[in-house]
């Protein structure tokens, strides 16, 4: 559920920009409203402010904002890049600050809730994965301005859509056949099993199912 509430204020912007007619104003208020949503939302949900939630809201803030003053849609193209680069500093910094970098941190709780355990994996690991995210968000922001400043507001929003979403797929595909390569083999046994056993009990209801007919 998180995950997809994460993605509410591109959603929106996305959804109204084309239902619009392809209004970029009337999709910057809609991305304002949805992210100040997403961080009111997420407080009384969770419990607890959430850090990337408010530093998106802090940019979308500015950056909508300056659109709107000025009329002047260049300010909410910025948006993304701004995103990505200070998530590029976070990473970097957190690469040099802490003996376990914030990446493998996140990983590691997202492992937790997920699967129950940590799937270990080594420091080389870690930090080769940590500088590809670095770089990956580096690279996504210089392309969002390239874009931005080379071709038009409409262009731009759909390869927003369509063209950035197959680059993070393909990342992001890259990154798991990274990282299943280098766990042991008994972890991807565990993990294996672990989906195995999660099919097994809704497969036995289906044959009581069928046997009670």
Not at 81 to 103: D, K, M, P, Q
Not at 138 to 153: D, K, P, V
Not at 157 to 180: H, P, R
Request: with cysteine.
């Amino acid at each position: 559920m998180k995950q997809l509430f994460d993605y509410l204020p591109v959603v929106v912007f996305f959804g109204l920009y084309f239902l619009s007619g392809r209004d970029i104003m009337l999709a910057t208020w809609g991305i304002i409203a949805a992210t100040s949503f997403q961080v009111v939302a997420g407080r009384l949900i969770w419990k607890r402010w959430h850090r990337l939630h408010l530093m998106v809201l802090a940019v979308t803030l500015v950056f909508g904002g300056l659109t709107l003053l000025l009329r002047d849609d260049v300010f909410i193209k910025w948006r993304p890049s701004i995103i990505s680069f200070v998530l590029a500093a976070v990473l970097l910094g957190g690469h040099f600050l802490r003996e376990r970098n914030l990446l493998q941190r996140l990983c590691e709780k997202l492992m937790i809730s997920g699967f129950g355990r940590v799937v270990a994996l080594g420091a080389a690991q870690w930090t080769r994965l940590n500088l590809a995210f670095v770089l990956y968000f580096i690279f996504l922001g210089a392309l969002n301005l390239f874009i931005a400043y080379t071709f038009s507001t409409d262009f731009w929003v759909n390869f927003k859509l369509f063209g950035f979403t197959a680059i993070q797929m393909v990342f992001y595909v890259a990154v798991f056949l990274y990282f299943y390569r280098h766990i042991s083999e008994e972890d991807r046994k565990q993990l294996f099993h672990q989906e195995k056993s999660a099919k097994e009990p809704k497969k036995k209801d289906d044959d009581a199912v069928r046997d009670n007919q």
